[in-house]
C-alpha cells in the first residue's frame, strides 16, 4: 500500500522513508519533545524501531503516521497519525486506533500541529476506517488537551499506564473540529 501525501497551505505529509532516521533520531532524542510522551529519550536503536513500525504500519493496516513537514523547505517538524498497539494500560484500550501527534519543539506555538492534526483527521473522515480514534495524553500535557478538544476528542477516562495517569480522550469518526 502506498500511504497518501496530504497538505495544507504550510505543510505536506508524507510517509515515512528510511532517509529520515536522522530526523527521527533527533526528534525523539530530544528531552523536551519526549517530556510528556515516555519516560526517557530515545536511543538511536529505539528511534529506528519508530520509524520501522510507521514504515510497516501503512502495509499491515492500510494507515498509519505520516511525517509533517514544511510545504516550502522541505523540513522535517515531526509527526503525525493513527495507529494499533497493545498499550498494557489499566484498563486496556484493546484494538483502539490510537490518534497521536509530535512536534520539534521549534516548530510548536505556530499551529503547525493543529494544521497537520486537523488534515490527518479529514482525511480518516473521508476513509471511514473505523468508528471513532483515542488518543492518550498526560494529564500535564495542556496543549496537547486542547488539541484534542479543538480536534473534537472529548475526555472518555483515565487509564493508568506506565506507572502514571493518562487521560483517554475520544473522538467519533466525521465528528468537526474547529479551523486550524
Known sequence: M???VLETDRLILRPHRVQDFADVAALWANPETVRFIQPTVETPEGAWAKLMFHHGHWQAMGFGVWVITERGSGQYLGETGFFVTPRQCDPLLGDAVEASWVL?????????AAEAVLRTHAWADTAGLWPETVCLLDPENTASQKLAAKT???FR????????TSLVMARKTGQPGTAA
Open 104 to 112: 520539534a519543539p521549534e516548530a510548536q506555538g505556530q499551529g503547525i
Open 157 to 164: 477516562q483515565k487509564v493508568q499506564y506506565r506507572g502514571g
Open 152 to 154: 473534537g476528542y472529548e
Open 2 to 4: 502506498t500511504p497518501p
